[in-house]
């Protein structure tokens, strides 16, 4: 099947094919209006997905070499998100599903994250614990097969992304967060400060990463001029806590579920250190691993496209009533 992919449901305006797993085309407009805000303004965001989104699909079927007539379903985000940004998607895929006479499938943000992983690994060895963590979730699933999921924990109050992306804002970085303080810490020593490592001893597989941000405000309270004196040495600090802890708490997972194999998805992933932390405790404990390529960590929409052709092969069509969902729950999924 060739499904086109279409995902707004932040900040990015994404189209993408795929046929038959494989990645056709893929294009991702990101929004650089946002940085020197320090963070997303809904109102722009929406504003600009209208803008980006005709010529971002056109140039996703250029790149695969196809005309709309060759496409045989569509399958956009459907929640959660912003929703002036997903309602943009949403009704550009239902109006392009009515002219043309496609199926369109919703498909969960989160589920699509997921489906990064299996595009490039579909024989990725099942059981499998999956952690997605991105800038609204921290999740550690449990996958025992393609379209199944049972959520084994979940982040209390801030997500890691959103850890990254205060803490940056703290220290003066730019936005998004996680990038800049993973170059901010390169050359910096991570012991030489000692954040907490929420929950990591917790006998659950939950996560709380508010009590981190407070920690970094109340140090830069104390010691202002260490945002730029130990710029590298406190931005190596605070991103050890959150990849260790990550970390720490999916090999756990891994451990107790007894999975085959271990796989990341979601902006957070693309994190070097969170990836390295993690390889080192997947290969002495023998499981496989799976950490997508950097383009399919961020938002995209050939994960939105892949697991709509996984629906869309067994039969899945939403139909055109359906709505946008700002809070779609991770259930509309995680169901196994
Ligand atoms: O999955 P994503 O693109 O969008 C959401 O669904 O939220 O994730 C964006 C998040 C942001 O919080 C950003 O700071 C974080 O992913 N991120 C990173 C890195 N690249 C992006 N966090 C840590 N290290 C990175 N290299
Ligand atoms: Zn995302």
């Known amino acids: 099947m060739k499904i086109l992919g279409i995902e707004t449901s932040c900040d990015e305006t994404a189209a993408a094919v795929v046929k038959s797993g494989r990645i056709l085309s893929s294009v991702v407009a990101s929004q650089a209006l946002h940085w020197k805000y320090g963070g997303i303004v809904p109102e722009l965001a929406a504003r600009e997905q209208l803008k980006a989104i005709r010529p971002v699909v056109k140039e996703a079927l250029a790149e695969a070499e196809l005309e709309m007539s060759a496409i045989d379903g569509i399958a956009v985000t459907s929640g959660p998100g912003l929703v ?3 309602a943009v998607g949403v009704a550009f895929a239902k109006s392009l599903a009515l002219t043309q006479g496609k199926p369109l499938v ?10 990064s992983i299996f595009i490039e690994r579909p024989d990725l060895p099942l059981p499998a614990v999956v952690l997605i ?11 025992p097969k393609k379209g199944k999921a049972r959520v084994l924990g979940q982040t209390l109050d801030d997500a890691a992304g959103e850890a990254f992306d205060k803490g940056a804002r703290l220290l003066g970085l730019l936005y998004p967060g996680g990038p800049s303080i993973q170059k901010a810490a ?8 000692d954040f907490p490592r929420p929950m990591l001893k917790a006998e659950n597989f939950d996560f709380s990463f508010a009590g981190l941000k407070t920690a970094l405000a ?19 600090a605070y991103q050890e806590a959150i990849a260790e802890t990550l970390a720490g708490k999916t090999g756990w997972a891994a451990e107790a579920v007894g999975a085959k194999s271990v796989a990341l998805a979601g902006g957070v ?20 691993a799976h950490f ?26 939403s139909d055109l009533e359906f709505e946008a969902s700002p809070n779609l729950p991770l259930s509309s999924f995680a169901a196994a």
Request: hydrophobic share 40%; aromatic share 8%; with cysteine.
């Open 84 to 86: 002036g940004s997903l």
């Open 269 to 288: 992933a693309a994190n070097r250190r969170l990836r390295e932390l993690l390889g080192l405790q997947v290969k002495k404990s023998g499981r496989d």
């Open 106 to 115: 919703g498909i969960n943000h989160l589920e699509g994250h997921l489906f």
């Open 133 to 143: 963590a991105s800038g609204g979730h921290t999740v550690l699933l449990s996958v």
């Open 218 to 236: 109340v140090f830069l309270q104390k010691y202002p001029e260490a945002a730029q004196k130990r710029l590298p040495d406190l931005a190596a």
């Open 292 to 317: 997508p390529a950097f383009q399919y960590c961020t938002d995209n929409a050939a994960m939105i496209a892949g697991a709509g052709e996984f629906h869309l092969q067994r039969g899945a069509v």
């Open 186 to 193: 390169e050359g910096g020593n991570p012991a030489a400060f």
